[in-house]
């Protein structure tokens, strides 16, 4: 477990400010939340041409007045976002426990019981942030994650220590396959965040997702398919300000898929879960994430190249 935090004196005086902002009741921290609203939706206007281009091509169903509507409230769903992963530093476990509620632990309990490790495929929908620090308090047997290093050194461990302080422990993306090895029989659950966009060297699946042609890391399915384990889609429901109900779904078993013609059948049943998720609440989906910067013909292009 990480108790302490190790910065750069450079930034110890931010690390002050950041966890003096953290003491405050979630009540204040939200009025804090409608003045970022403010600042980055009126204001600077963060992300706004990506975020209104990624909701205009995920819904051409939709009129500008609903478009425009999913967009201002998901700048406040946002905003709301970053001051609850700051109120992180110092949440108790008793108040994490209170806002974040597994549905149906029992689907995921049953698969480790079995001593079966889990993997999990999570998206950036309401606060991805506290769900692997509510899974640690909450489970009774490790709840991991794997992460992608941040190159600035403060917000690395920042972000190393929210994630770890209640317990969870933090497996880096380039370890996760010898992780996964070394740990082949420990029961255990695994989060991955499975809608990050590839990085256009390593696409190597596409599939349609919100009307899109869309490449998907297809890296949980190859480790669940290597070692046998279950997989389960982690579905967030924002109840209403601050609480969050999570439901697993299971995509597979751990057994050997039959051949559905589909290469990545369990990356495919994600991407249908995810959509169906979004459609009922799309503002607390991340639109300022450039989702769609690939295209499909151009990757086919410079790999032929």
Do not use: C
């Amino acid at each position: 477990m990480k108790k302490s935090i190790n910065i750069p004196l450079l930034y110890y005086p931010l690390w002050l400010l950041l966890k003096g902002l953290s003491l405050l009741p979630l009540r204040v921290l939200y009025v804090l939340s409608e003045f970022l609203f403010l600042i980055i939706y009126y204001g600077i206007g963060y992300r706004k041409k990506v975020t209104m281009q990624n909701l205009r091509n995920s819904f051409p169903e939709k009129n500008e007045q609903e478009i425009h509507q999913i967009a201002k409230d998901f700048y406040h769903q946002l905003t709301d976002v970053i001051v609850e992963i700051l109120k992180l530093v110092t949440i108790s476990r008793e108040e994490l426990k209170r806002r974040l509620v597994f549905a149906n632990q029992e689907v995921l309990d049953d698969f480790v019981q079995q001593g079966k490790p889990v993997i999990t495929m999570g998206s950036h929908s309401g606060n991805w942030e506290w769900i692997l620090s509510a899974g640690a308090v909450q489970f009774d047997f490790p709840a991991e994650g794997v992460y992608k290093p941040l190159n600035n050194a403060f917000f690395e461990e920042f972000m190393l220590y929210l994630r770890s302080r209640m317990g969870a422990r933090l497996i880096k993306m380039k370890d996760t396959l010898r992780d996964f090895a070394a740990n082949r029989n420990k029961p255990r659950v695994v989060a991955m965040l499975s809608d990050q966009t590839p990085l256009r060297s390593e696409i190597t699946f596409w599939t349609t997702f919100l009307n899109q042609d869309t490449p998907f890391y297809v890296g949980a399915e190859k480790l669940a398919r290597k070692f046998n384990y279950p997989v389960l889609f982690l579905d967030v429901y924002r109840v209403k300000r601050g609480y969050y109900r999570l439901a697993f779904e299971v995509i597979s078993d751990g057994s050997p898929l039959p051949d559905t013609g589909t290469e990545y059948p369990i990356t495919v049943a994600f991407a249908q879960k995810l959509e169906a998720a979004i459609r009922r609440a799309p503002a607390d989906y991340l639109w300022t994430h450039k989702r769609w910067k690939h295209r499909r013909e151009a990757t086919i292009t410079s790999a032929e190249s």
